[in-house]
């Protein structure tokens, strides 16, 4: 039995977990003589901060002092000199600066993966003009002259550019040569094809005519009916018109036999 006279297992006997909460203390970063700083590091010395101030006063002395175009005045004097553009004079200044940069980049030669110039986009402000016209869009590095003149050749050309060539005499690679020789063999095929001469064309041609076969004997089917139909309309008719006649002649019958009687 477990110790105590108790028969539990040792229930009592568990190895403690968890405990109390110690949470961290004074996180605030220290300089190095201790002191605590910005929570984010941005504490200054006072005496760092007494300098700042000495050099700003005495700058602003100096200024005042000289009162050339630099102070204050000048800048007012600056500012009357110069005035104010209206939202129109700005957006054609910003046109002629786009315009500007444009032709300076068609004037430099397109180097391989370099965009096209988009001239759809709009003036916008001034300051985003300004960097449209610094700022050159990076060319691809996977776009190269090699490559774009394999895109620009035209490949129903290929034939019978290799047909000219072959014709020469110019020696053909391998590949060039297997082209040529399956262009032959397609033009042969095709060749024959119009003639009736491969299996695929006789198989059109069986099934071309069993479709007719079928419309014919449709045709002449319909034509039968369309007969059947108008002799039986005709022998109605006549079977209408003789009952017609009969009743005519019954009825002039009783009217003949009645003034008989009448005498």
């Known amino acids: 039995m477990a110790p105590g006279g108790r028969g539990r297992g040792g229930k009592f006997s568990k190895p403690s977990r968890g405990g109390g909460k110690h949470f961290s203390r004074d996180l605030r970063p220290l300089d190095q003589d201790g002191l605590p700083m910005g929570m984010w590091g941005e504490g200054r010395k006072p005496e760092e901060s007494s300098e700042e101030s000495d050099s700003s006063s005495d700058e602003s002395s100096s200024g005042s002092e000289a009162g050339g175009p630099s102070g204050p005045s000048g800048s007012k004097k600056q500012d009357q000199q110069q005035p104010e553009l209206t939202r129109e004079e700005r957006r054609k200044a910003a046109k002629a600066r786009k315009e500007a940069a444009i032709r300076r980049k068609?004037?430099?030669?397109?180097?391989?993966?370099?965009?096209?110039?988009?001239?759809?986009?709009?003036?916008?402000?001034?300051d985003n003009d300004n960097n449209e016209d610094d700022n050159e869009m990076p060319a691809n590095p996977?776009?190269?002259?090699?490559?774009?003149?394999?895109?620009?050749?035209?490949?129903?050309?290929?034939?019978?550019?290799?047909?000219?060539?072959?014709?020469?005499?110019?020696?053909?690679?391998?590949?060039?040569q297997e082209a040529l020789n399956a262009q032959r063999a397609r033009e042969h095929y095709m060749k024959?094809?119009?003639?009736?001469?491969?299996?695929?064309?006789?198989?059109d041609l069986a099934r071309l005519r069993l479709v007719r076969e079928?419309?014919?004997?449709?045709r002449k089917m319909k034509e039968m009916l369309a007969e059947e139909k108008r002799v039986k309309d005709e022998?109605?008719?006549?079977?209408?018109?003789?009952?017609?006649?009969?009743?005519?002649e019954a009825a002039l019958g009783k009217k003949a036999s009645a003034k008989g009687k009448k005498k």
């Open 142 to 176: 996977n776009h190269t002259a090699s490559a774009r003149s394999q895109a620009s050749g035209k490949a129903a050309d290929e034939p019978t550019d290799l047909k000219k060539a072959a014709a020469k005499g110019v020696q053909l690679s391998r590949r060039e």
């Open 192 to 203: 024959l094809h119009a003639e009736g001469k491969t299996d695929e064309a006789r198989a």
């Open 214 to 218: 079928q419309r014919e004997e449709a």
């Open 106 to 126: 068609a004037q430099q030669a397109a180097a391989p993966g370099d965009l096209p110039p988009n001239s759809d986009e709009d003036s916008g402000s001034d």
């Open 235 to 248: 022998e109605r008719n006549k079977e209408l018109r003789e009952r017609e006649e009969k009743r005519r």
